[in-house]
């Protein structure tokens, strides 16, 4: 398994934007396939996007796709999201997430049990 640890997180006005990092320890990260979910208070934790091993496939959540942007930096072992026109509901903390299986069988995993590893998470607010 490898440990992840977000950063980025923050205040940030309606439009606004912000970019979630996610460094990953160990020397096998280019063998993950890497998501971001997220959990607002009092509601369940949710897909927001996953990327491939390699960098070259993406899958988002409708509520995301358009604004919000994942990639990746295999030589930094760090996974990004970039998030613009931030809105009120985007607010919850986020969480990166590592799937072994997205990378040994190169598929894009969204349901939480795909993923083995998971980070603290990192609270993002959104004001109106």
């Known amino acids: 398994q490898v440990q992840l640890v977000e950063s980025g997180g923050g205040l940030v006005q309606a439009g606004g934007s912000l970019r979630l990092s996610c460094a990953a320890s160990?020397?096998?990260?280019?063998?993950?396939?890497m998501g971001w979910f997220r959990q607002a208070e009092g509601k369940d934790r949710e897909f927001v996007a996953t990327i491939m091993w390699s960098g070259g496939s993406t899958v988002y959540a409708d509520s995301v796709k358009g604004r919000f942007t994942i990639s990746r930096d295999n030589a930094k072992n760090t996974v990004y999201l970039q998030m613009d026109s931030l809105k009120p509901e985007d607010t919850a903390v986020y969480y990166c997430?590592?799937?072994?299986?997205?990378?040994?069988?190169?598929?894009?995993?969204?349901?939480?049990?795909?993923?083995?590893?998971w980070g603290q998470g990192t609270q993002v607010t959104v004001s109106s």
């Open positions: 160990g020397r096998t990260f280019s063998s993950y396939a």
């Open positions: 997430a590592a799937s072994r299986s997205g990378g040994r069988y190169s598929w894009l995993p969204r349901a939480l049990t795909d993923f083995d590893s």
